[in-house]
């Protein structure tokens, strides 16, 4: 039985769930490098969406965020890719992949416990392996063109300078 004194995970670090609309790619990668000055080593960034909605773009903005100089492509063919910026940068695609098994199988799934951030693309593909800590991002199209993009992390101090 749940005793009404312990702890609740989410109250010792208390979720924020910001969200925010980008009108153009530049704005999206723009948020992305913002979103990185919060990253931490070891943090896991889960980027939910279709296809289309940004994911890469939003990926490429952390790399350059956390000073990564090289080009960073989508990932979908080659599933893992790693760069170096001020932490290891570890870009993952799980669209092609059978699921968690296929995941661990590539030992990607060591990547997320090592001292990078690493971002997942199509997390949900492989809910098993995002870390009940990490960070989830949900991007959406909107009618009008641009994107919505949804934040929650247990960081409190994002959102406070989130304005595009
Ligand atoms: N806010 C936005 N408004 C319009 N187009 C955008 C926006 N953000 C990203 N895009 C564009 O959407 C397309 C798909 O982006 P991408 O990052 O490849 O999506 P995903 O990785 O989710 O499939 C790219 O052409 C990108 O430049
Ligand atoms: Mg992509």
Redesign the pocket.
């Known amino acids: 039985m749940m005793r009404e004194s312990s702890p609740r995970p989410e109250e010792a670090a208390p979720a924020r769930d910001i969200e925010i609309i980008?009108?153009?790619?530049e704005?999206?990668e723009a948020l992305g490098e913002k979103l990185a000055k919060y990253l931490k080593a070891g943090t896991v960034v889960a980027l939910r969406?279709t296809?289309?909605?940004?994911?890469?773009?939003l990926a490429k903005g952390i790399a350059r965020g956390l000073g990564v100089k090289e080009t960073v492509t989508?990932p979908t063919y080659t599933i893992i890719c790693e760069y170096e910026g001020t932490l290891p940068f570890y870009h993952i695609d799980a669209y092609r992949l059978s699921g968690d098994g296929e995941f661990e199988a590539l030992g990607a799934g060591e990547l997320l416990y090592g001292e990078g951030v690493t971002v997942i693309?199509w997390s949900e593909r492989v809910p098993l392996s995002v870390p009940p800590e990490a960070w989830v991002i949900e991007?959406s199209l909107l009618d009008e063109?641009?994107?919505k993009i949804r934040v929650r992390a247990a960081d409190p101090a994002l959102g406070r300078d989130m304005e595009l």
């Open positions: 980008t009108r153009s790619p704005q999206t969406g296809l289309g909605t940004g994911k890469t773009c989508s693309e991007l063109g641009g994107r």
